[in-house]
């Protein structure tokens, strides 16, 4: 015997909550990102940069050959997607360059048009330990531009990160710079590192440990107390870079505008292994321990781990969870506004469906417009429509719908006015749209 309804009513019900470390997203918080990520939007496109979308699911493979197989990334914090078909492992993508990189090659354009400049923006996904400001599916805005070795280009990407937080209005964002070496200096700079860290391998943390061998370079940027006592005797990078590296950083700092609130990082090192020369970090004081909001640097070597031949690159990703705590904590989280525009309300039921038709004539004039579907009081419509923003109340009664006009009451200075409807709308359509009237 089956359940009847009557018993289906006393069976708990699930309860459906997103997964931990996935938030919904919403209204308010969706128009706070939207924010964001016009900013950015308006900003890159003024600097050539183009959007580019990648698909957010891609191979494995694509993240062990570019990430490199050591990298915390690909080690532990892949979202794997099982396919069907044995078709290979496939991933939701941990971070944006690889998949703008692998497209840029897809393409075609390192034969047609090697000098690309993008833009992305979307979810990335990685399986970390959710907390404050670190979710599993967390959002990045980057550049990437590929196809030039310039110093300039890397002054230009520097800055223009530092001025898309000066943009959303942080005024309290500094730079944290390094230069890290190139395939030639770098492999002589991690063999000292390794002779100046061996007397004290014990000491180290067990990550550390295990990163001695195959990705000593991390070490340099352990938060454990032990590990950075260890590396602060330890020879700098900067003073083993090549003639090479050493001309790029020098033209690079050069053109970098000046004024920019910067710190040396001689420790400042990339947790992915594809980084090469320059590397930046952009820090917020409101954000305690992990008190970057974005980071980036050249990586020249990415182009060969790909298969194809050497193709100069540079690029930022900005976390977008992190910049909205740091917009927090100096106190300019944007505030979403109300809908603006104009609320119809009825007078009584029988208004309803020519209250429904005039928002309709509105809408379709290009005017924000809305109503109340909830039967409500005209009362609790009045409410309703200073509660969303609007700039207008339009009021339909018998009156109004027998001699074709409507009741206008502005609320910015609660005059009103009565108007025959055509006039009203096509008034309504001609004033600057959604600004107070
Ligand atoms: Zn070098
Ligand atoms: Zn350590």
């Not at 990160?161 to 190139?182: D, H, K, M, P, W």
């Not at 506004?337 to 809408?363: H, N, P, Q, S």
């Not at 001699?403 to 200075?413: E, P």
């Amino acid at each position: 015997m089956g359940f009847g309804i009557w018993e289906l009513a006393f069976l708990p019900l699930p309860s459906f909550q997103p997964l931990p470390g996935f938030v919904d997203l919403l209204p308010e918080d969706a128009a706070r990102m939207r924010h964001l990520e016009e900013t950015a939007r308006t900003l890159f496109e003024r600097c050539g940069y183009r959007e580019i979308r990648p698909p957010l699911v891609e191979d494995a493979a694509l993240f062990e050959r570019t990430s490199g197989a050591t990298s915390d990334i690909v080690q532990k914090q892949m979202f794997s997607i099982p396919s069907r078909d044995d078709a290979g492992a496939f991933v939701l993508r941990p971070e944006g360059t690889p998949g703008v990189f692998r497209a840029y090659l897809e393409a075609g354009y390192a034969k047609t048009n090697p000098f690309q400049k993008f833009f992305y923006l979307g979810p990335m996904f990685r399986y970390e330990r959710p907390q404050k400001g670190r979710q599993r599916q967390f959002h990045q805005i980057g550049i990437e531009a590929i196809g030039s070795p310039d110093p300039h280009l890397d002054a230009e990407i520097v800055y223009l990160g530092y001025r898309f937080y000066e943009a959303v209005g942080l005024r309290q964002v500094t730079v944290l710079l390094n230069s890290i070496g190139c395939a030639a200096c770098r492999p002589a700079y991690l063999q000292t590192l390794r002779n100046a860290l061996t007397a004290s391998l014990d000491t180290l943390c067990a990550l550390c440990r295990d990163r001695f061998g195959r990705n000593v370079l991390r070490i340099l940027d352990c938060k454990n107390a032990p590990c950075t006592q260890a590396v602060a005797q330890a020879p700098r990078i900067a003073d083993s870079l090549c003639d090479d590296c050493r001309s790029h950083d020098r033209a690079f700092r050069i053109a970098l505008k000046a004024g920019l609130p910067i710190s040396e990082a001689p420790r400042l090192v990339r947790g992915l292994d594809y980084y090469t020369r320059t590397v930046f970090e952009y820090h917020h004081p409101g954000l305690g321990a992990r008190s970057a909001v974005g980071a980036g640097g050249r990586y020249d070597g990415l182009g060969e781990r790909l298969g194809g031949s050497a193709i100069p690159a540079v690029g930022f990703a900005i976390g977008v969870e992190a910049t909205l705590l740091a917009l927090e904590a100096e106190g300019k989280l944007p505030e979403p506004g109300g809908a603006g525009g104009i609320f119809v309300v009825y007078v009584d039921r029988d208004c309803r469906t020519d209250a429904y038709r005039l928002t309709e004539g509105l809408r379709n004039a290009g005017v924000t417009a809305d109503l109340d579907h909830m039967g409500r009081s005209l009362k609790s419509q009045m409410k309703a429509a200073d509660a969303r923003g609007a700039h207008e109340i339009w009021i339909l009664g018998p009156d109004e719908i027998s001699a074709g006009t409507v009741k206008i009451k502005r609320l910015s200075d609660g005059s009103e006015k009565t108007l025959p409807v055509v006039e009203a709308i096509s008034h309504a359509s001609r004033a600057p749209a959604d600004a107070p009237r």
